[in-house]
Every structure is written in structure tokens, then in C-alpha cells.
């Protein structure tokens, strides 16, 4: 074995000293399939051969913890394609004599092995071992046509060639069995970046994907020969449009109390000079520019503030009962008033600082934000709350935390 390796070798270093560009084009093209023909003939010898050192157990002889470890380091490979060979020459063992026969002859890639082993034992399992032989026949066959991608995709009907009378009822065995692992793998995580930007990332399950793109593909075509943005963008720009349209519906869950919405802050003089920069309601700046145009959308409801900071004008929208006393909140507290709290608006209640049954009236001088732990907390009597002179909520400590008592601020939620 180590002569004729040797002799390939030798032959393959010689072909690299051969003048290519002499060669005419159909000699190119049979070259490059001779090429790819060894090269997968290759692939199975050196699969035999760690295959063989795997089963001695070479490498722990020779003090490494593993055979994939003694192949990093003797190949030089990383550490995931180690293991890929390791896991691939023992694939060998369980894999029917026909495939080895197509890898060792050049007519399938180890891709395309990995597929049909896989696709064989599906068969196996659902229609027997005599329809799993005649799978084999059929996808060594595929393979000399189509690529391991498509491969694995034709073999999702393999059953309608091999054993058509449990092809249906398998199926819908793989069909279920997808939508069990959809449902559990279904997951989208958003994560805030320190310049207020959000990461999304995540998994859909086929309904959820199908929803999406029908939503976001007819807002991803270029709007024009003018139209620069890379494709990327434009799905982002769709997907920003969407959740446009879906809050103008009116129809989201309340969020906090509130129905979902955007609450820009900024100056009255800013807004209309052009001048002034604005802040979202989760403490994010935007430019002059941004707030403006956010300001002529009538699904997005502007709120100005005096020179005090206090709310000026909180708007209206004809479907809100108490969300203008809301959005002023908002406006005021930031988010969770209790000291040293970092919840923001969205998370939070209103509480009526003289409860409700005690007459206490529904308005902003009567009223805080207060996250669900901290509600609950002053509900229990040991803290109080009231508003300072300049309007602002403040609390006042049980003595037997502080005997003096001396009121405190949330200084996280500052919004000048």
C-alpha cells in the first residue's frame, strides 16, 4: 500500500508540472473529472486507514487522549475536522457494501455517503431490510446526478421507489416528528447593544418562516435603479415596516397597560427648529432628523415636554382611555421609579400613590410607574412614596432600614 501511494503521489506531483493552458478544453474537462475521481477514491482509503487505527487504539497507545486529538495533531487539522474523520471511517462499518464500493470507485463523495448511510437506515427502520437494500441502488444512482444537498432532499420520498405502500404513512411519521423538533427548537433572541442597537437572531419553524416571508418579500424589492441598499438592508427596512403596519392596526395586546406603541421625547423648540434630539421611551438618543420624520407619522404619537421637563402635550389616540395618563408617566419616571431599579416602562405598572379605595384620584400627581417586584413591595406598607417639589417620586425608607428616614431617588432613568 505504501508503494502505490507513493507511486500516486508521484504521479499527481508530475501532472502539477503539466502545461495546462497547452491543453485544449475537453482534455481540461476530462482532467478535472480524473481529478475528482481520485480524489474521492482517496477519501475512502484514508477512511479505511483511520478506521483501522481508530480499532487498535494507535493514538492512546501513543499517549493522546483520543484519535481525533492524534489526527489534529499529526495532520494538522482542526480540531472539527478530526472528529468529521473519525466519525466518518466508523460511518464505514454500518454502511451498506454497494456505497463503500461507489466511494472506493470515485462515484460518490464522502458528503453523499454520510447522506445515503443516513437515508438507508430511515428505510430500514420504516419498510425493512429488503427496501433499505434497494434504497441503496437507488441513491448511489441519485448521486452520480445530484449534489449531497438536493441528495438529502430526494431522499425525504426514497420510500415512494422502494416500498411505495409505507410511503405515505412514513412520511407523515417525518413530517410530524419535524414538527415536534420545530416546536422545540423554535427560539428568537434579541440582544441590546451598547449603542441601543438590537441583534436578532433565532430559529423559525416552517408556519412562522412562511408568515415572515410572505410579510417582509414584497418590502425587500429595490424601489428603484436608484435604490442602493444591499439586500440585507432591505430585509431590515421590511421588517421595520411591517412592525409599522402592524402597530397602526390597533389590534397588539396591551404592553404594560398601554397599547404597543413608540414615545418619542424631545423639546417643543427642537421639534420644530430642527434642532433637537430626541429619546426613546427605553432611554435610546435619536437624531433631529429621525425625530421628525417619527413626528409626522400619525400611527406614532409625538410628545413634547416644556423647559421643565414636566409633559406639555402627551397627544391623543381615539382608542386609548388612559394612555395619555400613561405616556406621561413614561415621561416622568423612565421606567421603575423604586430607587436603584433598571426596569424599564414596558415592565412596569401604574400605582396609585393614594390608593384608589382611599379616594385617591387617577392622575399624574398621583400616580408611579412601578415594576411588578417593587409594586408588590410597597404594597406590603413598609416603604412610602410621594412626589418631591419638583414633581419628581421619591421614597421614603422604613426606619428600621434608615432611622432617619431620609427620602430616595432612581437616578438609573435619566432622561435630561
Known amino acids: 500500500m505504501i508503494d502505490a501511494l507513493a507511486q500516486a503521489e508521484a504521479a499527481v506531483a508530475a501532472c502539477l508540472d503539466r502545461a495546462t493552458w497547452a491543453a485544449d478544453e475537453q482534455d481540461l474537462v476530462a482532467a478535472l473529472d480524473a481529478a475528482h475521481r481520485l480524489e474521492q477514491r482517496l477519501a475512502a482509503v484514508k477512511l479505511t486507514l483511520v478506521r483501522e487505527l481508530d480499532g487498535r487504539g494507535t493514538a492512546t497507545a501513543q499517549g493522546a487522549s483520543s484519535t481525533a486529538v492524534w489526527l489534529r495533531d499529526r495532520l494538522r487539522l482542526g480540531v472539527g475536522a478530526a472528529r468529521r474523520l473519525v466519525e466518518l471511517a466508523a460511518l464505514l462499518d454500518a454502511t451498506p457494501a454497494g456505497v463503500r464500493d461507489a466511494l472506493a470507485g470515485g462515484a460518490v463523495t464522502v458528503e453523499q455517503v454520510q447522506v445515503i448511510a443516513d437515508t438507508v437506515k430511515t428505510v430500514h427502520s420504516a419498510a425493512g431490510a429488503e427496501a433499505a437494500d434497494k434504497a441503496v441502488g437507488v441513491l448511489v444512482d441519485w448521486a452520480t446526478q445530484f449534489d449531497a444537498v438536493l441528495l438529502r432532499k430526494l431522499g425525504t420520498r426514497i420510500l415512494d421507489h422502494v ?6 404513512a412514513a412520511a407523515e411519521a417525518v413530517l410530524r416528528a419535524q414538527e415536534a423538533r420545530e416546536a422545540r427548537d423554535r427560539h428568537v433572541t434579541v440582544s ?91 432611554g435610546q438618543q435619536l437624531t433631529p ?38 405616556r406621561a408617566l413614561v415621561l416622568r419616571d423612565g421606567g421603575c421609579a423604586f430607587p436603584g431599579c433598571d426596569r424599564p416602562p414596558r415592565w412596569c405598572d401604574g400605582h396609585h400613590i393614594r390608593h384608589w379605595a382611599d379616594g385617591g384620584d387617577t392622575s399624574v400627581a398621583n400616580a408611579v410607574l412601578l415594576c411588578g417586584h417593587h409594586h408588590r413591595h410597597i404594597h406590603r406598607g413598609d416603604w412610602a412614596v410621594r412626589l418631591g417639589g419638583d414633581g419628581h417620586p421619591e421614597f421614603v425608607p422604613p426606619a428600621w432600614l434608615d432611622p432617619d428616614q431620609l427620602p430616595r431617588r432612581n437616578h438609573y432613568h435619566r432622561r435630561r
Not at 416500498?163 to 405515505?168: C, G, H, I, Q, T
Not at 410628545?303 to 400613561?326: K, T
Open 163 to 168: 416500498a411505495p405502500e409505507v410511503a405515505d
Open 192 to 282: 441590546e447593544q451598547p449603542d441601543g442597537r438590537l441583534r436578532l437572531s433565532g430559529v423559525l419553524d416552517t408556519e412562522a418562516a412562511a408568515l415572515l416571508r410572505a410579510a417582509i418579500d414584497p418590502l425587500t424589492t429595490p424601489s428603484g435603479q436608484d435604490d442602493t441598499r444591499a439586500a440585507g438592508q432591505r430585509r431590515h427596512d421590511a421588517l421595520a415596516d411591517v412592525c409599522r403596519l402592524a402597530l397602526r392596526t390597533g389590534d397588539l395586546p396591551e404592553n404594560g397597560g398601554d397599547v404597543a406603541q413608540i414615545v418619542v421625547t424631545t423639546s417643543y423648540d427642537g421639534l420644530t427648529r430642527l434642532l433637537g434630539t430626541g429619546t426613546l421611551d427605553l
Open 289 to 326: 432628523e429621525a425625530v421628525r420624520r417619527l413626528a409626522c407619522d400619525a400611527a406614532i404619537l409625538p410628545a413634547v415636554l416644556g423647559g421643565a421637563g414636566q409633559p406639555l402635550d402627551v397627544g391623543r389616540q381615539r382608542r386609548l382611555i388612559s394612555g395619555p395618563l400613561r
